[in-house]
């Protein structure tokens, strides 16, 4: 791919002159005139008079003042705003792009351009449209796709191979957003012939055979899934792109621009949106930096940045700008960064050009003896820092790196904000005992909630919940559906595997809470079950597994502390309702979190930070060799470093260890390329 013929400054003046003149744009205070605030490069892509963009921008180039000085230049030529949409990665920035408008025109027309999320996008068409199906969070649709799967009959040569449903689930995803024409079997086995190949494992190269020859069976289960959820009237979010598509293939397509963020984040499912749109009428201005492509794992592909020309109708109708001016970061980090990708293939020639001044410190590696040297020698560092501690950050590339780190910030008084980390209402534990109280107490909201009872009840199985969630539904309560159930059991009418006595004690808790109001109460007869001393064993073994080198004792303590969190919280709540409402939404303070930031790389995909810290730079941690053979290779891992090094704007440190256990670490390749002094 190349660059469009550069276009004169001389011309790029005349043009800025004839669009200034006599169109100034009014705010609330001031009139702005906001093409004087872009540089030569960004105003060359806000005029672009192509029918379809490509704004290739690097990081820290000032991409999002780029895309709102070209809806506001569309705007001007008369363009309405509705027909305009801005697809974004996230739902936040998003709202963050329309605020931006909101500087320069008034509610009434920032109201109608709509800025989100390609599935948010799906999810409006779906409010407005007829079609009467519910959207399902993921743990519900991962419980509803494991009943599926279970129901289907293996050999028991080839059950105790399988792979768990939640692994299949995931492929599904991923099938979905980049599939463009093969069946799902065909496409698996293609995927389980890569896996096979980027392993040397014997075992691990006998089980993908065996999981080969049950692709049949998944696509059954796929057939199933995807019927099933249209019986049931629910979706979930894959089929809100579908749903995008659709609406497109049946509705006229009114929209003029199609304004599309992070391009470089893209899927194939996604692309075949944006064509079809381009195909009836639409014109694309698509922004993004391949340098910048981190989600291969989920189905994204960087070279859809690479084929833009060919996919948007050849190089009359399209034309492709760059932005290489650096805002973010001095001139020092800049030049490491290009250091680093300039070992990726590069789609269209371009690399950081620094513009900000003042005199800041050489980036330093850390050559630290271990993890726990490395952690002492961040809180030195932070210690003597001049930031504020919400302008630092820690970068890691699993979560794991965090879990050494931040007791030891703690432990010297500095503060952490975990990014990413989840609510602590969607940890599988908590997730099973709220929604056994939930059942207890009649506010189950579906057969989701019946669904968990098979990790709670010892030896029920989900087509079992399926049929008490059926009796209920006929006694429209609890206790009726547990009677009926119970006099099958007893009368052998279900041939079941489940634990009387663990039944039995259910049905006695479920009489026992009748009447009683206090939360915290039904949740201490709640864990004296042995229904709830099961889970609780499971729970602390799959904890162990991936716990990496803590005790079985510590684990025990940790989630002790979790479940005696849940209790505090019920006992907070004056009533049933009040506390539901708790676990439905965050339960983060509305006060804005003080303190280090610990996030992984992608956590922190644009954001910024004056002082960071990127760790455990080692070769397996930091390249991780075994998510790359998952993704897109080692050149995203050096993408996914680049993105790590261009968050920092003044300081930054690169850390390494020496020593672990089982095992000699080997520096990560990336310092050295960073070619640092």
Same mark, same amino acid.
């Given at each position: 791919? +190349?660059?469009?013929?550069?276009?004169?400054?001389?011309?790029?003046?005349?043009?800025?002159?004839?669009?200034?003149?006599?169109?100034?744009?009014?705010?609330?205070?001031?009139?702005?005139?906001?093409?004087?605030?872009?540089?030569?490069?960004?105003?060359?892509? =806000?005029?672009?008079? *192509?029918?379809?963009?490509?704004?290739?921008?690097?990081?820290?180039?000032?991409?999002?003042?780029?895309?709102?000085?070209?809806?506001?230049?569309?705007?001007?030529?008369?363009?309405?705003?509705?027909? @305009?949409?801005?697809?974004?990665?996230?739902?936040?920035?998003?709202?963050?792009?329309?605020?931006?408008?909101?500087? $320069?025109?008034?509610?009434?027309?920032?109201? %109608?351009?709509?800025?989100?999320?390609?599935?948010?996008?799906?999810?409006?068409?779906?409010?407005?449209?007829?079609?009467?199906?519910?959207?399902?969070?993921?743990?519900?649709?991962?419980?509803?796709?494991?009943?599926?799967? !279970?129901?289907?009959?293996?050999?028991? *040569?080839?059950?105790?191979?399988?792979?768990?449903?939640?692994?299949?689930?995931?492929?599904?995803?991923?099938?979905?957003?980049?599939?463009?024409?093969?069946?799902?079997?065909?496409?698996?086995?293609?995927?389980?012939?890569?896996?096979?190949?980027?392993?040397?494992?014997?075992?691990?190269?006998?089980?993908?055979?065996?999981?080969?020859?049950?692709?049949?069976?998944?696509?059954?289960?796929?057939? *199933?899934?995807?019927?099933?959820?249209?019986?049931?009237?629910?979706?979930?979010?894959?089929?809100?792109?579908?749903? =995008?598509?659709?609406?497109?293939?049946?509705?006229?397509?009114?929209?003029?621009?199609?304004?599309?963020?992070?391009?470089?984040?893209?899927?194939? &499912?996604?692309?075949?949106?944006?064509?079809?749109?381009?195909?009836?009428?639409?014109?694309?201005?698509?922004?993004?930096?391949?340098?910048?492509?981190?989600?291969?794992?989920?189905?994204?592909?960087?070279?859809?940045?690479?084929?833009?020309?060919?996919?948007?109708?050849?190089? !009359?109708?399209?034309? @492709?700008?760059?932005?290489?001016?650096? $805002?973010?970061?001095?001139?020092?980090?800049?030049?490491?960064?290009?250091?680093?990708?300039?070992?990726?293939?590069?789609?269209?020639?371009?690399?950081?050009?620094?513009?900000?001044?003042?005199?800041?410190?050489?980036?330093?590696?850390?050559?630290?003896?271990?993890?726990?040297?490395?952690?002492?020698?961040?809180?030195?560092? @932070? #210690?003597?820092?001049?930031?504020?501690?919400?302008?630092?950050?820690?970068? /890691?590339?699993?979560?794991?790196?965090?879990?050494?780190?931040?007791?030891?910030?703690? %432990?010297?008084?500095?503060?952490?904000?975990?990014?990413?980390?989840?609510?602590?209402?969607?940890?599988?534990?908590?997730?099973?005992?709220?929604?056994?109280?939930?059942?207890?107490?009649?506010?189950? #909201?579906?057969?989701?909630?019946?669904?968990?009872?098979?990790?709670?009840?010892?030896?029920?199985?989900?087509?079992?919940?399926?049929?008490?969630?059926?009796?209920?539904?006929?006694?429209?309560?609890?206790?009726?559906?547990?009677?009926?159930?119970?006099?099958?059991?007893?009368?052998? +009418?279900?041939?079941? !595997?489940?634990?009387?006595?663990?039944?039995?004690?259910?049905?006695?808790?479920?009489?026992?809470?009748?009447?009683?109001?206090?939360?915290?109460?039904?949740?201490?007869?709640?864990?004296?079950?042995?229904?709830?001393?099961?889970?609780?064993?499971?729970?602390?073994? #799959?904890?162990?597994?991936?716990?990496?080198?803590?005790?079985? *004792?510590?684990?025990?303590?940790?989630?002790?502390?979790?479940?005696?969190?849940?209790?505090?919280?019920?006992?907070?709540?004056?009533?049933?309702?009040?506390?539901?409402?708790?676990?439905?939404?965050?339960?983060?303070?509305?006060?804005?979190?003080?303190?280090?930031?610990?996030?992984?790389?992608?956590?922190?995909?644009?954001?910024?930070?004056?002082?960071?810290?990127?760790?455990?730079?080692?070769?397996?941690? &930091?390249?991780?060799?075994?998510?790359?053979?998952?993704?897109?290779?080692?050149?995203?891992?050096?993408?996914? /470093? $680049? =993105?790590?090094? +261009?968050?920092?704007?003044?300081?930054?440190?690169?850390?390494?260890?020496?020593?672990?256990?089982?095992?000699?670490?080997?520096?990560?390749?990336?310092?050295?390329?960073?070619?640092?002094?």
């Amino acid at each position: 791919m +190349t660059l469009k013929k550069p276009i004169k400054l001389a011309d790029v003046i005349r043009e800025k002159e004839k669009y200034t003149k006599n169109r100034k744009i009014k705010t609330q205070k001031k009139e702005v005139n906001l093409l004087d605030t872009l540089n030569p490069e960004q105003l060359k892509a =806000v005029i672009a008079k *192509e029918k379809n963009v490509l704004v290739v921008a690097s990081a820290g180039t000032g991409k999002t003042s780029t895309i709102i000085g070209r809806v506001i230049t569309l705007l001007k030529q008369g363009i309405l705003p509705s027909e @305009i949409i801005l697809l974004t990665f996230t739902s936040k920035a998003g709202k963050e792009m329309l605020a931006r408008l909101g500087k $320069y025109f008034n509610q009434s027309i920032v109201s %109608q351009i709509f800025a989100g999320t390609f599935h948010s996008y799906g999810m409006l068409l779906l409010k407005q449209s007829k079609i009467n199906r519910k959207i399902k969070k993921p743990k519900e649709i991962k419980l509803f796709f494991e009943s599926i799967m !279970e129901s289907k009959k293996f050999t028991d *040569e080839l059950s105790a191979e399988r792979y768990a449903p939640s692994t299949i689930l995931e492929y599904v995803g991923l099938y979905e957003n980049t599939n463009v024409g093969e069946s799902f079997k065909q496409w698996l086995t293609n995927k389980f012939e890569e896996k096979k190949e980027n392993t040397s494992d014997k075992k691990a190269k006998e089980k993908i055979d065996k999981n080969i020859e049950m692709t049949n069976v998944y696509q059954d289960i796929y057939d *199933e899934f995807c019927s099933s959820k249209k019986a049931n009237k629910i979706c979930d979010f894959n089929d809100l792109l579908k749903m =995008v598509l659709y609406h497109f293939s049946v509705n006229e397509n009114t929209l003029k621009t199609i304004i599309v963020d992070e391009y470089q984040d893209t899927n194939n &499912f996604q692309n075949k949106i944006l064509k079809q749109l381009e195909g009836s009428g639409s014109s694309i201005f698509a922004v993004g930096d391949y340098d910048q492509s981190i989600y291969a794992f989920n189905g994204s592909n960087v070279y859809l940045i690479k084929d833009f020309v060919k996919n948007y109708g050849g190089s !009359e109708n399209v034309g @492709i700008y760059s932005l290489c001016r650096n $805002y973010r970061s001095s001139k020092q980090i800049c030049t490491i960064a290009n250091n680093c990708i300039i070992n990726n293939e590069r789609i269209v020639p371009k690399e950081l050009v620094p513009m900000k001044e003042g005199n800041f410190s050489v980036p330093m590696v850390l050559k630290n003896k271990n993890k726990e040297e490395q952690a002492e020698k961040i809180v030195d560092i @932070i #210690k003597e820092s001049q930031y504020n501690l919400n302008d630092i950050a820690v970068l /890691f590339r699993t979560n794991n790196s965090a879990n050494l780190i931040e007791p030891i910030l703690i %432990q010297n008084n500095i503060p952490t904000i975990r990014a990413k980390s989840g609510s602590f209402f969607d940890g599988e534990d908590i997730t099973i005992l709220i929604a056994v109280f939930r059942i207890l107490v009649g506010k189950e #909201k579906s057969i989701m909630e019946f669904l968990m009872l098979s990790k709670f009840i010892i030896g029920m199985s989900k087509d079992e919940c399926k049929l008490l969630f059926e009796m209920k539904s006929a006694h429209e309560n609890i206790h009726g559906a547990l009677r009926e159930f119970s006099d099958k059991l007893q009368s052998n +009418t279900i041939i079941s !595997e489940i634990n009387l006595p663990s039944w039995h004690k259910f049905c006695e808790l479920a009489e026992d809470i009748k009447g009683i109001l206090n939360v915290g109460t039904i949740f201490k007869l709640i864990y004296e079950t042995d229904s709830y001393a099961k889970m609780f064993d499971t729970c602390v073994e #799959k904890s162990s597994k991936f716990a990496r080198g803590k005790e079985k *004792e510590e684990v025990i303590s940790q989630i002790e502390k979790k479940h005696e969190l849940l209790i505090e919280i019920a006992n907070s709540s004056d009533s049933i309702s009040n506390f539901l409402l708790k676990t439905t939404f965050s339960s983060k303070d509305d006060e804005e979190e003080h303190g280090v930031n610990l996030m992984t790389v992608h956590a922190s995909k644009g954001l910024e930070f004056k002082q960071v810290f990127v760790v455990d730079l080692v070769e397996d941690d &930091f390249p991780n060799h075994k998510l790359a053979n998952g993704g897109g290779g080692i050149d995203e891992e050096r993408r996914l /470093f $680049y =993105v790590a090094v +261009t968050r920092a704007e003044e300081e930054l440190y690169l850390s390494y260890y020496t020593d672990a256990e089982k095992k000699t670490p080997i520096r990560s390749r990336f310092i050295s390329e960073c070619k640092i002094a």
